[in-house]
């Protein structure tokens, strides 16, 4: 069975800059239908929908706060009015990060982590489960600090992502529950752990230090690109990687090997 999206429906949420947006371009270039989800930036996503059909693809945009309590909620009743049956593929990407040193982290921006990376994504499963059915996929994009803590962090003063890391260790936790819990019903559950990325996210590899720190991590010497993510989850989404459930993917460049 060829590793092809063709006629594929597939919701990316996040989907308007870094990340997102490459996985939703790689994901139409392979002849799905996609879903263009977005926060607060409706331009962004606007021109994404744009490239995709400039190019030939289909796709729309949707917005949702998937900070609100009802964020996924709302993001599936306007799925579910856009294409009324089944969801090939729901690939959560969206997400958020924040360095702090530890005496600096607050309850507000904890929470607002734990809202929009864990919650959101939990809820987003619930909610879409009757678009999915025999075939459907779920991939996850977590990180490398799920498992292995980044650059130098425990340094005395150094801002660090402990809060942030966490998040991606309850979605690789959920990853595995999902699986076993959905396989029965035939649907398949991934997470895609990338490295450093560069993105608006990752704009400290902008700077010297940043990407020298980078760079020491990592076995391949280069700064990541969202492409390189997109073609991975392109391919777990697809049938090619029919017989993965339950698994985590590094794109990492070999980071902290
Ligand atoms: N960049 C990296 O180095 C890196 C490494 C490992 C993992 N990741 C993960 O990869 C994913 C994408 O990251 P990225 O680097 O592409 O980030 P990014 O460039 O900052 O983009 C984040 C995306 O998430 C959406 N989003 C954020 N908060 C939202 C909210 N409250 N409601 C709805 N949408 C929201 C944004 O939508 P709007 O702009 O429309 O609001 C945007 O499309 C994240 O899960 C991140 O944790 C990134």
Redesign the pocket.
């Known amino acids: 069975m060829a590793s092809t999206l063709t006629n594929k429906v597939v919701l990316v949420?996040?989907?308007?800059?870094?990340?997102?947006?490459a996985i939703a371009v790689a994901i139409a270039a392979q002849g799905a239908r996609v879903l263009v989800?977005?926060?607060?930036?409706g331009a962004?996503?606007d021109g994404v929908v744009a490239a995709i059909r400039a190019v030939g693809g289909e796709a729309d945009a949707l917005q949702?706060?998937?900070?609100a309590p009802d964020?996924a909620e709302v993001l599936a009743a306007r799925v579910k009015a856009l294409i009324g049956s089944k969801l090939d593929s729901l690939i959560l990407?969206?997400?958020?990060?924040k360095a702090a040193k530890i005496e600096d982290h607050t309850v507000d921006a904890f929470d607002n982590l734990f809202n929009?990376?864990v919650r959101s994504p939990f809820f987003l499963v619930k909610e879409m489960l009757p678009l999915l059915g025999d075939g459907s996929n779920i991939v996850v994009?977590?990180?490398?600090?799920a498992k292995a803590v980044p650059g130098n962090s425990g340094q005395a003063g150094v801002p660090s992502i402990p809060a942030y890391a966490a998040t991606?260790g309850a979605l690789e936790t959920l990853v595995k529950h999902w699986a076993s819990i959905l396989g029965p019903k035939g649907i398949r559950v991934n997470a895609v752990a990338?490295?450093?990325?560069a993105?608006?996210?990752?704009n400290f590899t902008k700077t010297e230090g940043g990407r020298q720190l980078t760079l020491e991590m990592q076995a391949l010497k280069r700064i990541g690109t969202?492409e390189d993510v997109a073609d991975v989850v392109a391919f777990v989404a697809s049938d090619g990687a029919r017989w993965i459930t339950g698994a985590s993917i590094p794109v990492d460049g070999g980071s902290k090997l």
């Not at 989800?37 to 930036?41: K, P, R, S, W």
């Open positions: 949420t996040g989907a308007s800059r870094g990340i997102g947006r989800h977005y926060g607060n930036n962004d996503a949702s706060d998937l900070a964020g990407n969206a997400g958020v990060s929009i990376n994009v977590t990180s490398v600090v991606k990338p490295g450093v990325i993105t608006d996210m990752s969202p």
